[in-house]
């Protein structure tokens, strides 16, 4: 039976509708709730906690050998660009030993669905990523599992707990790019893994920073000192790389440059960083490197640039006395030794200036940050731009998701609990009156002088819109330069428990009329990032790609929507059923590779 949708045009203005949400904290057993509550009620909220652990069940098996998709609403278009879309996420959290572990900890889990355009059909691929970890902990006689790595995020009920050092689970499980001929998938805080773009094998860990490492800046000061005693315990007690990689890389198709950046593996541990910028060629040659020191004590997760300025919106965190103790005994995750810094109510915003012309042209010192005027933790940058007037004043946008200080928990996130082993889909909800602290997309308007001199920072709402949401992409021809467009996830607020995550919407933004078009899946459906694909030369003249998943009756679809169409009763171009064998869990992040 075809599942239903929702197609709505949402005026920029619209909020949730109020709704009687019980305030439910999960505790061992759910059937306490029948006592509690009305059955309907009950039975209800049963079922969307359920849901929300059905997004993120294991998939063990792999597909290692194509299966064409059955279509089972509308058909691949004869103009669909020939290539394809891969996909990574978590796909394992639980061993055969009694240890779940952190959706960010899960195994790196690698879909490629591969869209033949004279052909009109879709193929289908996934394969877990062999990183060291992988390869330790699934015993390849057996089929079963045990986890031996803790991971910077998660607990073990089974194996070593206090003392463990292998903390730095490099699981490839957050980005994935294709570029140079390589196939890359990324991690939050280590190297790259090279997977064969066809077959999806692991050819092996990428060191994309081979050769361009750097040594540590020494300023004389007693954090230098600090982190030269730091540095061979990180790096030869948990094994971490001498340079932290970031997972999320960007892309100036204009320039046909990838950009990356690193920071120093003690930076997490100081309350100073060293960021690293590197331009690579479409051969992974090294164009440009800039490096930067700067004295605050930042997490950084995604970042932005500009023609002329890499753009940093720190995320300020400090020590936790209390919970890095916990860690060391295995009481606590690894990541409890870090919580977030709300001391100050502003938010620094670093303009670094990305080639030596722009430092010259600039007086301005790019060591003192822009401070916002509101206090907001950045999940995910959609875009950024710049434009230059004629007296030389620069105006920069930025286009992103952030939350609140107060909401953002590295423990809880996705509602991880490690003692019940199961997800608390609160979490990523929100009480009544508390829907602000929750992912929203915002626009960061700044202004400076010809001399660099800030004028203007501004604050406020993307299109006004007011519905949490997270995951903002445009059309990639546009990165770093000025668009009119920007697509996410956000949700239609039907669902009367737990409203606002997961996602069920993709919402498409009109940043010059403020329009805001949406498209929803149907009940007990949720999606996840939506991946722009493009086909003319208008900026919205293309395809989004995104995951359907619905969990009610566990199944998986891939969804062309017409980008232009958001919003009326024809957008949907094709919905293709990935078998119900290989249906898989929540995904992080994707990449569209054309052939060419």
Not at 23 to 39: D, E, M, N, Y
Not at 520 to 528: N, P
């Amino acid at each position: 039976m075809a599942a239903a949708y929702h197609f709505k045009a949402i005026p920029a203005s619209s909020t949730f509708p109020t709704s009687a949400k019980a305030k439910i904290r999960w505790g061992a057993s759910v059937s306490a709730l029948h006592t509690q509550f009305p059955s309907s009620i009950a039975d209800e909220t049963v079922t969307a906690f359920q849901d929300y652990q059905l997004l993120f069940t294991s998939q063990r098996s792999e597909c290692v050998k194509p299966v064409v998709l059955r279509i089972v609403d509308g058909s691949i278009p004869a103009d669909f660009p020939t290539g394809t879309y891969y996909l990574v996420g978590p796909g394992l959290f639980s061993d055969d030993h009694g240890s779940t572990v952190h959706p960010l900890d899960g195994h790196g889990y690698l879909r490629a669905f591969t869209i033949d355009g004279d052909k009109r059909e879709v193929s289908f691929l996934a394969r877990y990523v062999e990183t060291e970890a992988q390869l330790e902990e699934l015993d390849r006689k057996t089929g079963s599992w045990r986890f031996t790595h803790r991971g910077p995020f998660s607990v073990l009920r089974g194996g070593k707990k206090i003392l463990n050092s292998k903390v730095m689970k490099n699981v490839a499980n957050t980005t994935v790019l294709k570029w140079g001929g390589r196939l890359l998938c990324f991690w939050e805080g280590g190297f790259p893994h090279e997977i064969e773009p066809k077959t999806l094998d692991t050819i092996g860990m990428f060191n994309v920073m081979d050769g361009n490492d750097s040594l540590t800046w020494i300023n004389g000061d007693v954090w230098d000192v600090a982190g030269l005693l730091l540095k061979p315990i990180l790096c030869g007690v948990f094994k971490m790389p001498p340079k932290r990689l970031l997972s999320h890389y960007k892309i100036d198709a204009q320039r046909k440059r990838l950009l990356i950046l690193s920071c120093n593996a003690e930076d997490m541990l100081l309350p100073r960083n060293n960021f690293t910028f590197c331009e690579f060629d479409l051969n992974f040659n090294l164009l440009q490197k800039q490096e930067f020191n700067i004295p605050d004590h930042l997490m950084i997760h995604d970042w932005a640039f500009t023609d002329t300025h890499y753009i940093l919106f720190g995320n300020r965190v400090k020590i936790d006395v209390t919970g890095s103790l916990r860690a060391l005994l295995g009481l606590s995750p690894m990541i409890s030794a870090l919580s977030v810094n709300p001391s100050k109510n502003t938010t620094p915003i670093y303009l670094l200036p990305r080639s030596l012309d722009s430092i010259k042209r600039k007086a301005r010192n790019w060591k003192v940050p822009i401070e916002a005027p509101s206090q907001m933790w950045l999940l995910h940058v959609g875009n950024a731009f710049e434009q230059e007037d004629q007296n030389g004043a620069l105006e920069i946008q930025l286009q992103a998701a952030t939350c609140s200080y107060q909401w953002f928990n590295f423990i809880k996130l996705f509602g991880y609990n490690w003692q019940s082993g199961k997800l608390d889909p609160s979490f990523m909800n929100a009480r009544d009156g508390e829907v602000e602290l929750l992912p929203h997309l915002i626009q960061v308007s700044i202004k400076l002088d010809s001399n660099g001199i800030q004028q203007k920072c501004l604050v406020e709402p993307l299109n006004h819109w007011s519905r949490p949401s997270d995951f903002p992409v445009v059309n990639p021809a546009f990165t770093g330069h000025g668009n009119n467009y920007i697509y996410a996830a956000t949700s239609s607020g039907s669902r009367r428990l737990f409203p606002y995550f997961p996602f069920d919407t993709v919402a498409k933004l009109n940043l010059s009329t403020k329009a805001v078009s949406t498209w929803s899946v149907g009940s007990r459906r949720f999606i996840g990032e939506p991946v722009f694909v493009s086909k003319g030369i208008e900026e919205d003249d293309g395809y989004l790609l995104v995951v359907e998943y619905a969990v009610s009756i566990q199944r998986c679809y891939l969804v062309v929507l017409n980008a232009k169409r958001i919003g009326e009763v024809d957008a949907v171009v094709a919905r293709l059923e990935v078998p119900k064998h290989l249906n898989f869990p929540f995904a992080f992040h994707g990449f569209w590779a054309t052939e060419r």
